[in-house]
């Protein structure tokens, strides 16, 4: 047992008729699966809960694919929960009220690279990764990157973002446009190519964030920059949390353009030590990374180092070699699975909370106090350029006791954000694990507007029901 699903979001599950089980078969063939190890890795994603399996798994080719497993699943009132890569963190992905996954890993086709426009069209399974490969001769990227290798669907549902955000943005700013097949089996597609538009309501921002419950999102167009001339990253530590934090945010009111400032405590790297055989000194850490022209990257390099020195980071070391950068990164991207080697046979139950800059020093040293007094290894990592940080709590899955302290300390980083004008979620997403603090951060009027705009688009509850808020209530 790992982490039992919270008793709120335990529905009761909804029939499976054997007639809809004929009708996919029928529609689907091989491309449907209603086989346990299937079924079972369907129903969980990287979050401590226990596997929540669907009733079926049917593994799409295409948009028409999605929509006929739509409508089938409509005539029967049976949930349809989408599935990228398995990667979210918060739950997402159980199979609450069993239903059918729709896994879109086969859609994989990058559809267009529009290199004039600066935009590229893919199918929602395209990975990040695999977006990055076919853009490899067009002197073009993609720099979303959650650590993991993730599915543009998913990213568009999860509202993603990860370390280049602080310079490039979030999906929320890098999606221009997408295809969505709603509930009642309707195609639609919301945004054009254009940079920016003011024709009506915009979809594309209601449906990026909406972590299945709105529709399956079947294709994106995003944005696309061009490769910087210069790259180079800088690693430099400090006494303090708070100096390390303070480094971050003078450095963003002073606008210096980084492209990823990340906070790594010390915890945090002694475990990238370990794991990834570097020396770096064991105290409150910050990773930069520069991009521009070769004068303009040392200019930032310089500028950071000089507000560093002002808050006494030192050793302040600087990459410009690609093997050298790569290295440093590589460490830091692989820091999730450095910090579960801390406690061997731990689960990580990661939370993450972002709040406005000027409140991120106050913030992290708070939580800094607070984890200071807890039996658990808590290591700290953050996209804190953004004011994002994240907590990754290491529990035994047997223990009860872990459980309940790591929720306890959840509650608390949460609770100190909201109180800082900051949210429950900078871009893991709801879920069903942060169900419990959306009414807190947005208000029972807000919250009323969500759940109308729900009823509209799916009036039986269908989509990945179970999550964001409770539909009833
Ligand atoms: C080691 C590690 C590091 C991470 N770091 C970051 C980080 O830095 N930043 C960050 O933002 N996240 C991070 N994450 C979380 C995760 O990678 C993101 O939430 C990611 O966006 C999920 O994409 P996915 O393809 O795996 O989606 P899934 O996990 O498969 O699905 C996530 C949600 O989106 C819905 N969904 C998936 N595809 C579609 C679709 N086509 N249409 C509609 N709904 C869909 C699902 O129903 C589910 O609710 C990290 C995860 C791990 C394991």
Known sequence: MNHPVPPAAVNPRRPFPADLATALKTAFGERVSMSEAVRAHHGRDESPFDPVPPDAVVFAQSTDDVR????????????????????????????????????????????????????????????????NEALRDTGLFFPIDPGADASIGGMSATRASGTNAVRYGTMRENVLGLTVVLADGRIVTTGTRARKSSAGYDLTR??????????????ITVRLYPLPEAVSAAVCAFPTMGDAVRTVIETIQLGVPVARVEFVDALAIRAINRHSNMTLTESPTLFFEFHGTDASVAEQAERVQEIAAEHAGSGFAWATRPEERS???NARHNAYFAMLQLKPGSRALSTDVCVPISRLAECVVETEEDLRGSPLPCPIVGHVGDGNFHICMLIDPAKPAELAEAERLNRRVVERALRMDGTCTGEHGVGLHKMGFLLDEHGA??????????????????MNPGKIFSYDA
């Open 68 to 131: 006929t497993a739509v409508e089938l699943c409509g005539r029967y009132g049976v949930p349809i929960i989408p599935y990228g890569n398995g990667s979210s963190l918060e739950g997402h992905l159980l199979a609450v009220e069993g239903g059918v996954s729709i896994d879109l890993s086969g859609m994989n086709r990058v559809l267009s690279i529009n290199a004039e426009d600066l935009t590229a069209t893919v199918e929602a399974g395209v990975s990040r990764k695999a977006l």
């Open 206 to 219: 209601l449906f990026v964030g909406s972590e299945g419950t709105l529709g399956v999102i079947t294709e």
């Open 327 to 329: 290295r440093l990164w």
């Open 445 to 462: 009027d807000a919250i009323g507007v969500m759940r109308a705009v729900k009823h509209a688009l799916d009036p039986r509850n269908l």
